[in-house]
């Protein structure tokens, strides 16, 4: 399963997933229609979907290592 499949099935089903990009761990929250995405440096980011999220992190980096927790 890729990062990306596994990233929207957590946070769908839970409301919340973790993942670490380059070793750096950012949160995914759903509140109500939409998703904050923070990490532990008070960066947050809001969106009005998964995909965007998903679209976000391709756009943000490049080639890095992405691991879902």
Known sequence: MEWQEEFTKKLVHNNQAQISIDGQIWTA???GSDYSFS??????????SVNKIVDAIESWYENPTIVVL
């Open 39 to 48: 990490n532990a440096f008070g960066r947050e980011e809001k969106f009005s």
């Open 29 to 31: 929250r759903a509140q």
